[in-house]
């Protein structure tokens, strides 16, 4: 059974950083590209980053550039997302998801979780003063 799981999500203020995890199992982890998602609240679902099976390619939306750095363990079959300079903007529920976002999602912001093959329940970031 594939499983995704994410942790390490929180509250934290302005400036402040976090990091994600997704912890995976049931599927050859190497094998997948792994995408990081996320839903504000009231807004669609907007792609992150995405990262290839060896660690590369690695690819962001513009508006995380420089701040979030998308990595894996693949010993440990986890995903990870790093959150610097956190923006109040940046609040939302983040999902990490098995496989390459499609065009709509990566260039026009259309994205939906069933454009994967799987996903997690996702973790709350709440970036507040």
């Known amino acids: 059974e594939v499983q995704l799981v994410e942790s390490g999500g929180g509250l934290v203020q302005p400036g402040g950083s976090l990091r994600l995890s997704c912890t995976t199992s049931g599927f050859t982890f190497t094998k997948y590209f792994m995408t990081w998602v996320r839903q504000a609240p009231g807004k669609g679902l907007e792609w992150v980053s995405h990262i290839g099976g060896r660690g590369t390619p690695t690819v962001y939306t513009d508006s995380v550039k420089g701040r979030f750095t998308i990595s894996r363990d693949n010993v440990k079959n986890t995903l990870f997302l790093q959150l610097d300079s956190l923006k109040t903007e940046d609040t939302a529920m983040y999902y990490c998801?098995?496989?390459?976002?499609?065009?709509?999602?990566?260039?026009?912001?259309?994205?939906?979780?069933?454009?994967?093959?799987?996903w997690g329940q996702g973790t709350q970031v709440t970036v507040s003063p």
């Open positions: 998801a098995r496989g390459v976002p499609p065009f709509d999602c990566t260039s026009r912001s259309q994205c939906s979780l069933s454009d994967f093959s799987y």
